[in-house]
């Protein structure tokens, strides 16, 4: 996840700019790019991209949960957690949610990848404790108190895990560039690790890394049969997506350039980051411009355009909705049944 640099609001004035609708009728923006007739199956023509609430500083890492029958998502840079519901639309979820001490040199310390257990625990990547984490107190009635699911990898600092994905049988997928340290930047002097990778934790807790050759791994999904691993690339020069086969040990094969947007940037706001997939196997994605939408073969079907900086996306349980996180703003998009 790359942010533009903001102001940053006072907490008063973050909680004041967040605007809510009290009639349930949002304001829409942006329009949807349909490439590809595929795109008309999965949104109908009259779809539009709904703006449910804004006014944050920067939003990240959405997760459904169904226990609540809710959104949760992460702001990034005001070190808390939100949620979302139809019936009582937005509230404070949790605070803090990505650092927890005194102070930090992080430019961006709180939560970023949120995701839930088999057990219906939060989980969450935590920009400013460096380390995954998961929620000790149940959904319904959430606390700031957590337990290191990760931390380290060879006796070494992580930099700053930015999103994550379980597979069906519980192993752990995520990835760790350096944008939750002060500047972001490779050489920075709290950073132990001389690169950024891509890790897959067992489900008896055994952590491999699985590729350095990312400069700047970011959104992390797995194909809807668990047999490949899309991961995206924040970078000038190599904005792309990879697509990496997932061998019988866990380890990755060879992987392949999914697709590649490096010519668009400077040009579109944005760039790889958040992946999601759906249960037919297409693939959302934020990128250069908006919300792209690839089938399996990393062939482009559609673009979603808020004209906002995207980073991130997930479904609800029902896969009837797609809920986006847009800058400062959280925006839904109804899907066809």
């Not at 400077?266 to 997939?277: H, L, N, Q, R, T």
């Amino acid at each position: 996840m790359l942010s533009c640099d903001r102001k940053k609001p006072s907490e008063k004035d973050q909680n004041d700019n967040i605007q809510l609708s009290e009639t349930k009728v949002y304001k829409t923006i942006g329009l949807i790019e349909r490439t590809d007739p595929r795109m008309s199956v999965l949104f109908a023509q009259e779809a539009k991209i709904e703006v449910i609430a804004e006014g944050f500083e920067w939003v990240e890492g959405p997760v459904w949960a169904s226990e609540l029958n809710a959104l949760l998502f992460s702001d990034v840079k005001e070190n808390k957690v939100y949620k979302w519901t139809e019936e009582d639309s937005v509230s404070a979820y949790l605070e803090p949610s990505g650092f927890t001490g005194d102070s930090t040199n992080s430019r961006e310390k709180g939560s970023n990848g949120l995701a839930t257990d088999s057990y219906g625990h939060l989980v969450l990547c935590q920009h400013g404790d460096r380390r995954i984490a998961r929620m000790l107190s149940t959904l319904d009635k959430p606390k700031s108190t957590f337990e290191t699911i990760v931390s380290e990898f060879d006796g070494k600092q992580l930099n700053s895990p930015n999103d994550l994905v379980f597979d069906k049988k519980g192993n752990l997928y995520f990835t760790d560039p350096p944008y939750g340290l002060s500047d972001a930047m490779l050489d920075d002097p709290d950073k132990e690790l001389d690169f950024q990778g891509v890790y897959r934790l067992s489900a008896d807790e055994r952590l491999t890394l699985l590729t350095q050759e990312l400069e700047y791994p970011n959104g992390i999904a797995l194909s809807l049969d668990n047999k490949s691993l899309y991961v995206s690339n924040s970078q000038d020069r190599k904005a792309l997506w990879m697509k990496y086969p997932i061998q019988e040990s866990g380890e990755l094969g060879e992987g392949i350039i999914f697709y590649d947007a490096s010519t668009l940037i400077g040009k579109e706001a944005g760039y790889p980051d958040g992946i999601e997939v759906d249960s037919r196997g297409f693939v959302y994605t934020a990128g250069p411009g908006g919300l792209w939408v690839f089938d399996s073969d990393g062939v482009v079907i559609g673009k979603i355009r808020s004209g906002d900086w995207i980073s991130n996306c997930t479904f609800d349980e029902k896969e009837e909705t797609l809920y986006i996180t847009a800058d400062d703003k959280l925006l839904r998009v109804k899907l066809k049944g």
